[in-house]
């Protein structure tokens, strides 16, 4: 089976630019989680989609949003770009959502903003 | 919600040496507990986990066992390798139910020597 991917790899944008990034999951999986990683906050959790709905989200503002599609991808959005938003960006996986389900995740999209 | 501590290191020790890593949680119930592995530019890789109170998790010579009492999950492993070098994360549902993604330690970055 293949793992979950996640484009692009790496990303360099501007201050005040928008930016897109896009994961599928494993075949069969439902439920899709994104991360954030910096080496200040560590990972914390930006949001979970199930069944292309939002259950919850994370302690983020409002420029970060998601969605996710009828075959499971799913995409996150960060608008106006800051500085502070440059980290490596995580997607994860599950089966069903569950707390006992493992996160299978992806490489990672690594954005730079300048 | 929920929260796990764990040493951060990072940690360094020669070949063959054993291994503990410490992680403490604090959660409502009996939530499963993770360890996770981030090799450089990647990912993060599920090593190891355990659903229940008492239940032991152990992958590639890693062992992990749900303390209740102690409310610990320590990783463990009696000899290490340099390709074990790694980043090592402890992991907890944030809440019950799965929709609030993970909890994650701070990590612990794992350096072995030749």
């Known amino acids: 089976k293949a793992g979950v991917t996640q484009t692009p790899r790496y990303l360099i944008k501007t201050r005040g630019q928008q930016v897109t990034l896009s994961c599928s999951p494993i075949s069969g999986h439902r439920s899709v989680s994104w991360y954030q990683q910096t080496p200040g906050q560590g990972l914390q959790f930006l949001f979970e989609y199930f069944s292309e709905t939002q259950r919850n989200k994370g302690n983020f503002p409002g420029r970060f949003s998601g969605r996710q599609f009828s075959n499971s991808r799913s995409e996150m959005n960060v608008s106006t770009l800051e500085l502070g938003d440059s980290a490596l960006y995580l997607c994860a996986s599950s089966l069903a959502g569950q707390e006992y389900n493992e996160q299978f995740f992806g490489p990672g999209t690594r954005l730079t903003v300048l | 919600g929920n929260s796990v501590t764990q040493m951060e290191g990072p940690v360094t020790l020669s070949e063959e040496a054993f291994l503990t890593i410490n992680c403490t949680y604090t959660a409502t119930g009996y939530p499963s507990l993770f360890w996770y592995v981030q090799y450089p530019g990647e990912g993060l890789q599920l090593l190891l986990k355990a659903t229940k109170a008492d239940d032991k998790g152990s992958n590639k010579g890693f062992e992990a066992t749900y303390r209740k009492e102690t409310t610990s999950f320590h990783l463990e492993k009696g000899s290490v390798q340099v390709s074990d070098s790694a980043v090592y994360f402890c992991?907890?549902?944030?809440?019950?139910?799965?929709?609030?993604?993970?909890?994650f330690g701070k990590g612990t970055h794992l350096i072995i020597q030749p």
């Open positions: 992991a907890l549902p944030s809440t019950g139910g799965g929709a609030d993604g993970l909890t």
